[in-house]
């Protein structure tokens, strides 16, 4: 089942103006059941909100199987999710109002769309995934209200698959992205690795430490986070969860842990997680751990490694120029 390639223009060309400055963008094809015999065609958009949250603009047509425009809605409005992009395959919530004209045989209203429900997406690689949806809808027409629809009102389940991807800032090449690392630094690599830092620390901040250079050399996995290798935030998460304690699973996520730390090299602590961003003003894209004597610990693209935070060092300065904080999860 395909989306018309007609309504997919027309909804591309009503795409708010802003879009290239959201993280995701989703494309739905669906069926209304219980009754309204409809096909659900959807756009939006899903940016960063707040720790598991994310939100966007959605863009919602729904048209009856034989009726067509004699009865349909058409509608925009905005979407709040919970749970996406936590890692490869896995579930998350949905819920959202959109508002808009609804036709019937005889007349049209204003009518508000409510929409509340979840999905399952696997993300074989950060830039795109595949997925479906449940949802219950209710087309409050006129409206009243979810809670008090109108006689004339339609509601029911919906099945949908679509696809996402990324979308605007973020997504070139050089750039790091959640839980990954550049795929092609604008910079030379470091002709040899810096050498394993005598670790300072003591206590659980020095545990930490050496739990994490336990994992050197593992290779680069997206979504992982034990023995067939590591992603950024899940190398940091593992290594702390060895000595039970908990930090959350994305980089963004991690962004918001413990206490904050000012970003100078005089302030870090073995233990400290690194925060770094693609570009200037951007969200937290990257993460690493501080280890001592100006070295840090991460999973790039090639695997579990030690960094500089040296300007002399090709690979360290082009780390120190999106070095944009650092957090203390062990006090």
């Known amino acids: 089942m395909r989306p018309r390639t007609e309504l997919v223009a027309i909804l591309a060309g009503l795409a708010p103006a802003g879009l290239a400055a959201q993280t995701d963008l989703d494309l739905s094809y669906g069926r209304w059941y219980s009754g309204n015999r409809a096909a659900s065609y959807e756009l939006r958009t899903d ?192 290594a702390y969860a060895l000595h039970s304690i908990r930090v959350p699973r994305t980089s963004r996520a991690q962004a918001t842990a413990g206490a904050e730390v000012t970003p100078v090299a005089e302030a870090l602590k073995p233990g400290d997680i690194l925060l770094f961003s693609a570009r200037p003003g951007g969200g937290v894209t990257h993460v690493g751990m501080y280890v001592g004597e100006l070295k840090f610990i991460h999973s790039s693209n090639t695997g579990v490694r030690l960094s500089r935070l040296e300007v002399h060092d090709p690979d360290g300065a082009w780390w120190l120029a999106r070095w944009v904080g650092a957090r203390r999860i062990i006090p």
Do not use: K
Request: glycine share 18%; proline share 7%; charged share 15%.
């Open 47 to 238: 940016a960063p909100l707040l720790g598991v949250f994310s939100h966007g603009f959605a863009l919602q047509v729904l048209v009856h199987d034989s009726l067509g425009r004699r009865r349909a809605f058409y509608g925009g409005g905005w979407e709040v999710h919970g749970w996406r992009r936590q890692r490869v395959l896995g579930p998350y919530a949905l819920a959202g109002v959109t508002l808009g004209l609804s036709t019937d045989t005889g007349d049209q209203q204003l009518a508000a769309l409510w929409n509340v429900g979840g999905g399952v997406e696997w993300r074989p690689v950060w830039w795109f995934a595949i997925g479906a949806e449940t949802r219950y809808r209710v087309e409050d027409r006129g409206p009243r209200g979810f809670w008090g629809p109108g006689a004339g009102s339609r509601r029911g389940l919906s099945l949908a698959v679509g696809t996402s991807v990324h979308w605007g800032a973020g997504s070139g090449a050089g750039e790091v992205e959640p839980g990954a690392a550049p795929t092609r630094s604008p910079l030379p690599a470091p002709r040899s690795a810096p050498s394993v830092p005598l670790i300072t620390a003591s206590g659980m901040a020095g545990d930490v430490v050496h739990a994490a250079l336990d994992a050197l050399g593992r290779p680069y996995q997206w979504g992982g986070t034990a023995a067939n290798g590591f992603d950024c935030s899940g190398l940091i998460q593992y």
